[in-house]
């Protein structure tokens, strides 16, 4: 089964829009944990916009009894000083340069990345924390995560959301994500996705891209709350995920 972890991001994007708290993203995690969520994820940029180096801190004994999953790019900011203190079930290694708006691509595995996320990925796992790395479908990078001691990669699905929205070419696309993710699997990698997935096209991705362990929903997740509301929105995730894979 594919599980869900809900990224909080735009939770704490609109909170710091005012100063009184509102809306509160420790109330925003215990409210998608007891609807069913899986893990929770948050993105700490150094810019802080949205999700701020404290919330990390704040959400620690919150989310004990599930996945906690922290993203960012470890060459910036205070990503790496989080990681003693905070030890999460995962961090997910990001590309994004300060000031990037959202992550748009992948980690290129180039020979001085890998030399360079190396000892990262080895200090992670001494703290006894999964890493993943983002990245592109694409074979080589993914045999290159393997080899530099990733635990799992996650797959970057803008692409393929784009591709779904527009009905131009998705099938295409979705058999490359399923060829990147059987590719994983093969070499004992663990699959994860993420970046763009709603509930409009996360039923056709979860059904036809094997296996997917974890997808990490923010964006479209947080929209749709507002319609539905944050507890009835994680659930329906959910249930797409518990009939899809």
């Known amino acids: ?16 829009a005012r100063t009184l708290d509102i809306p509160n993203v420790i109330k925003a995690a215990k409210t998608c944990i007891v609807a069913g969520a899986y893990g929770i994820t948050v ?29 960012g790019n470890p060459f910036t900011g205070k990503f790496m000083d989080l990681m003693p203190d905070i030890r999460p079930t995962q961090a997910t290694l990001v590309p994004d340069m300060p000031g990037a708006v959202t ?16 000892p990262v990925i080895n200090q992670l796992k001494s703290l006894g924390i999964r890493v993943s790395l983002f990245v592109d479908p694409v ?11 990733a635990d799992r990669i996650e797959l970057y699905t803008e692409p ?4 779904f929205l527009e009905n131009k070419n998705f099938e295409m696309i979705t058999a490359k994500f399923a060829e ?18 709603n509930l409009d096209n996360l039923g056709w991705f979860c059904k036809n891209v094997k ?20 507890a009835n929105t994680v659930k329906a995730y959910i249930k797409i995920l518990n009939e899809n894979s």
Do not use: F
């Open 1 to 16: 089964m594919t599980h869900l972890s809900v990224n909080l991001n735009k939770i704490a994007l609109l909170r710091n």
């Open 43 to 71: 993105h700490p940029r150094p810019d802080e916009r949205h999700i701020r180096y404290s919330d990390v801190y704040d959400l620690k004994p919150v989310v004990a009894g599930v996945e906690y999953n922290i993203e």
């Open 160 to 163: 393929y959301a784009r591709a």
């Open 103 to 118: 992550s748009d691509h992948g980690w290129d595995l180039t020979e001085e990345n890998c030399k360079r996320l190396i």
């Open 211 to 230: 296996p997917v362990m974890e997808v990490s929903i923010g964006h479209a997740l947080i929209s749709d709350a507002i319609d539905l509301g944050l």
């Open 139 to 149: 074979n080589a990078t993914i045999d290159k995560a393997k080899q530099i001691g």
């Open 180 to 197: 990147a993710a059987s590719r994983a699997n093969q070499i004992g990698l663990g699959v994860n996705a993420g970046h763009d997935l």
